[in-house]
């Protein structure tokens, strides 16, 4: 699947002249929107539906500063999936340079319930289109 | 009363090294929430007696550029006030020099009704408050 | 000229479940950079030569709340130019109804002298397209 | 040593109604600044000495939503340090309870020469507090 794509932008930068770390969390979510718009499961369709999916955790290694005007491209992918849980990974680049590898990971919670649920059991398509991936992935 | 103080965080530069002018408009309403608790009218009191203020316009004139570590000071003033909106002036200092003077328009919302109300009919309370302010101005 | 488009993103929302308004001020800068990028003179050229525009001050009025996943179109304009200053509009539209009206100023400074300069003289070129473009509004 | 205090504001907040989740590496960024302060290594004096310690890695789990207007404390604590990097810790509570926890890893570089450095040669000052710190913590 293609790459997501962020130009940088001057509000994103800091007083080191270059994208502040916080950013790039911004980022993964921005590239995770996408992913789900392009898997059918864009964010109406969840709320629709009554899915949220929380993030329980992040995690982010800087590689390469980036700046503006700067293009990164954020590569999504399904690292694990257990009953309760998921965790993407994401490999931004920029000029063909690998600038930061992070990992979000997430539990489902019922929106009628507020309570966290079994995916495969609950939300069964959306299960079977991370299950999808994380087999592209191998 | 008490100028508000804001310390400027490494996050809130930019790559010219100083704060990003959108963060003032963010200042604003840092200084903006803590006058109202000053005034016995926090967002507590505010949410339990269904009162809502949008923002409705902002303006600010920057004068000079501020960055990390310094505080600046926030003095805020109620400018003027009709029969539905209310605006506020604030006047931004930085080691005793102006850094930027702005101005924000409010108008006031019943919970219930999600419609623009007449302060002094429905919030008469809160009305008092920001006429008593107005009087201290002059 | 095209409209700049902006995808709402979940972290520009506010506990109101909209937009929150300083973040329209960020996306005013997003499309004046699109805006200077499409007239041929982008930050890189910019930078080559010396010149940088600091915002002096930014007015928004708020018509009409937006929210994630809409997006924002915004239509920038030349409004006004001075020996020193330049004044710039922006219409922002979403779903065909405008949210926002803006104006930004901005003065020129020479990178070298760190000093304001009378655009016409020190950046002729510069000049000559916002003078085009302010022809062109009406 | 004393936790530091951040009070949530709205642009923090997102459409859950909650602090969105990007902004707590940003907390965790005021926290550090606080405790370098504290420690008698402010910024000023590291841009003095010619120290700088970008991040090179964060990560942050959330156990509990906060919102506006609650007030965040955080306790930095050094974590680990070796020949080349710091890694930071970061407990996060807000009314009694834990809502995240963190940590945050350091390199540190000679901002003459702009390269790694090792902290107890270069900086034997610094290098102390830290050792200092990490025994604290024991």
Do not use: W
């Not at 509000?11 to 992913?35: L, P, Q």
């Not at 590569?75 to 000029?95: D, N, R």
């Not at 997430?106 to 299950?131: M, S, W």
């Amino acid at each position: 699947m293609e790459a997501y794509r962020h130009k940088v932008q001057v509000y994103e930068t800091d007083n080191m002249g270059i994208v502040h770390h916080s950013n790039y969390i911004r980022f993964m979510e921005e590239a995770r929107v996408d992913f789900m718009e392009r898997n059918g499961y864009g964010y109406e369709r969840m709320v629709a539906e009554g899915v949220a999916s929380p993030v329980v955790a992040v995690s982010c290694d800087y590689k390469r500063p980036t700046t503006f005007p700067q293009e990164i491209e954020i590569a999504v992918k399904v690292e694990e999936m257990t009953a309760l849980k998921l965790k993407l990974s994401y490999i931004m680049t920029c000029e063909g340079k690998t600038v930061a590898q992070a990992q979000s990971t997430h539990c489902f919670i019922d929106g009628k319930t507020n309570r966290p649920v079994q995916l495969a059991e609950r939300f069964p398509e959306l299960y079977q289109i991370f299950e999808k991936q994380l087999q592209a992935k191998e």
